[in-house]
């Protein structure tokens, strides 16, 4: 298992329950093609360096899952077929911040 980083913008007129129904969406399709959410966290909508389909704003959200080598390729395949997502990026965890969710993972098992 391989752990990942995916940033994704989509566009700011999205409703709140839409938004929370596309990031459920997201996350099931990384738990369909087995992966595993580490985290999923929204950074509300945030300017974006240059207007991307005449938007200038959009929703960041960063999800961190850990899967197979060939999961990103599929999920980013996903993605690109949603109106609503603006610009994605799948990038590998740096070391560093796998030891955090190993160490996490460790001391779950010791407090049971």
Known sequence: ???YELLYIVRPTMGEDE???FIEGVAERIKAEGG???KNEVWQKR????PIKK????????????????T??????????KEDVLRFITTYMLKKDIKVYEN?????????
């Open 1 to 3: 298992m391989r752990y």
């Open 19 to 21: 938004l929370k129904a």
């Open 36 to 38: 595993e959410i580490l």
């Open 47 to 50: 300017s974006l360096a240059y």
């Open 55 to 70: 938007f200038k704003q959009g929703y960041y959200i960063l999800v961190h899952y850990k899967s197979e080598a060939d």
């Open 72 to 81: 990103p390729k599929r999920i980013e395949e996903f993605l690109r077929l």
């Open 104 to 112: 996490k993972k460790e001391e779950d098992g010791k407090s049971e």
